[in-house]
Nanobody, 115 residues
Framework: QVQVAESGGGLVQPGGSLRLSCVIS????????IGWYRQPPGKQRELAAG???????KYDDSVKSRFTISRDNNENTVYLQMDSPEPEDTAVYYC?????????WGQGAQVTVST
C-alpha cells in the first residue's frame, strides 16, 4: 500500500522561509513524477511545483524564483523549499506521486503566511 506523508507546514512570516517534506513509501519512488499542489481557502487545487524522474522541474509562475522543488531518491523524499513566501501562498499543500495512470496523494499540510 502506497503511503504519502507531508510534514513541515506551519506559520511563517512574509519574507521568511519554510521547507516542506514528503515521504512516499510502498512504491518505486525513483519512478514517480511528483508534484506539490496547493489549495488556497475557497479556491481550487493547483500545481505549485513538479519534478520528474530525471529531476526536470516545472513551476507555476506565481512561485517561480521563490520556491524550489527537489528530490532525494535514497530517502524516498521530495522537498519544497519556500523562500520569501507571501500571504497569497497561504494554502493546504498536498504532495502527489504519479506513475502511469496511478496517482497517490497525501493528507496535506497547512501553510499560513502571516505576521
Amino acid at each position: 500500500q502506497v503511503q504519502v506523508a507531508e510534514s513541515g507546514g506551519g506559520l511563517v512570516q512574509p519574507g521568511g522561509s519554510l521547507r516542506l517534506s514528503c515521504v512516499i513509501s510502498g512504491a518505486t519512488f525513483s519512478g514517480l513524477a511528483i508534484g506539490w499542489y496547493r489549495q488556497p481557502p475557497g479556491k481550487q487545487r493547483e500545481l505549485a511545483a513538479g519534478i520528474g524522474i530525471f529531476r526536470e522541474t516545472k513551476y507555476d509562475d506565481s512561485v517561480k524564483s521563490r520556491f524550489t522543488i527537489s528530490r532525494d531518491n535514497n530517502e524516498n523524499t521530495v522537498y519544497l523549499q519556500m523562500d520569501s513566501p507571501e500571504p497569497e501562498d497561504t494554502a493546504v499543500y498536498y504532495c502527489s506521486g504519479k506513475v502511469g495512470s496511478s496517482s497517490y496523494w497525501g493528507q496535506g499540510a497547512q501553510v499560513t503566511v502571516s505576521t
